[in-house]
Nanobody
Framework: VQLQASGGGLVQAEGSLRLSCAASGRAFSWYAMAWFRQALGKEREFVAG????????YYADSVKGRFTISRDNAENRVYLQMNSLNPEDTAVYYC?????????????????WGQGTQVTVSS
């Protein structure tokens, strides 16, 4: 499986963006998926994760209630709907995959990574 993230851009505070991560190859439904982000000069941090079936999700406290992760196993895609964005959300966003039923919050647990997409929120 290879991952390609898209959908980033420049948005004003309180605006919305929808990120998409397309997976190529077979067995996408075997993978738990997650979004991470990395701001300039900071470590990569967990944003949201979703189990193989999509029935369970988990969010970082900083985005809970504003971001929604979802997946479409028929289309081999995972999404991150981001609402009420603020400048602190500015970062490069990465999608990641691991062939397990669990959602991990540390980047070291993920086997596959997309190339990242820049999200910039202006005040």
């Amino acid at each position: 499986v290879q991952l390609q993230a898209s959908g980033g851009g420049l948005v004003q505070a309180e605006g919305s963006l929808r990120l998409s991560c397309a997976a190529s190859g077979r067995a996408f439904s075997w993978y738990a998926m997650a979004w991470f982000r990395q701001a300039l000069g900071k470590e990569r941090e967990f944003v949201a994760g979703i189990t193989q079936s999509g029935r369970s999700t988990y969010y970082a406290d900083s985005v809970k209630g504003r971001f929604t992760i979802s997946r479409d196993n028929a289309e081999n895609r995972v999404y991150l709907q981001m609402n009420s964005l603020n400048p602190e959300d500015t970062a490069v966003y990465y999608c990641a995959a691991v062939p397990t039923s669990s959602i991990f919050t540390t980047p070291e647990r993920y086997d596959l990574w997309g190339q990242g997409t820049q999200v910039t929120v202006s005040s």
